[in-house]
């Protein structure tokens, strides 16, 4: 019974540590807000790392239009919803989006480094016009851990 709460306490802990280790993608995305007003613009900052020549394709949720980019015009391509960025030694790429009257949906995207000749996903980025709903984030899963942990406790001390 002892081998099993301290499994589950490292399952805990591998779960609380998680997000920390995801750390080191190629590709970070921040936005200004995840609750835009209808109307709004939202910046949008794609940080990069070590990636000297490469590309990123983003995908807007429904009804929100692209704007304007840090990069030169002929650096980026726009095709309804997604965004294309070349990648050519910048360490970030900013973007402008507006949002629409109402809505809202997830910004997802893919990244590719011709050099190193790797590619992935940049995490997604919820975005809702008008009040954000919050994720639920490892703290949720903290508590559910927590919970089946002190029964198993009390009987490893008996």
Do not use: H
């Not at 900013?94 to 949906?105: C, D, F, I, K, L």
């Amino acid at each position: 019974m002892k081998k099993v709460a301290i499994l589950l306490l490292c399952l805990c802990m591998l779960s609380l540590a998680a997000p920390a280790l995801a750390g080191g993608d190629a590709a970070v995305r921040q936005v200004s807000t995840a609750a835009p007003a209808p109307g709004a613009e939202v910046t949008v900052t794609l940080s990069l790392n070590g990636c000297e020549a490469g590309g990123i394709v983003e995908i807007l949720p429904p009804g929100f239009a692209y704007v304007s980019s840090s990069l030169p015009a002929d650096q980026v391509r726009v095709d309804g919803n997604r965004v294309c960025f070349a990648i050519l030694g910048e360490t970030a790429v900013t973007y402008v989006v507006r949002a629409p009257p109402e809505g809202g949906g997830e910004i997802t995207g893919e990244w590719w480094d011709f050099g190193a000749r790797t590619n992935g996903t940049v995490l997604s980025s919820r975005l809702d016009v008008g009040g954000a709903t919050a994720a639920p984030g490892p703290g949720a899963l903290a508590v559910l851990f927590a919970l089946a942990a002190v029964p198993l406790l009390r009987r490893c001390r008996r």
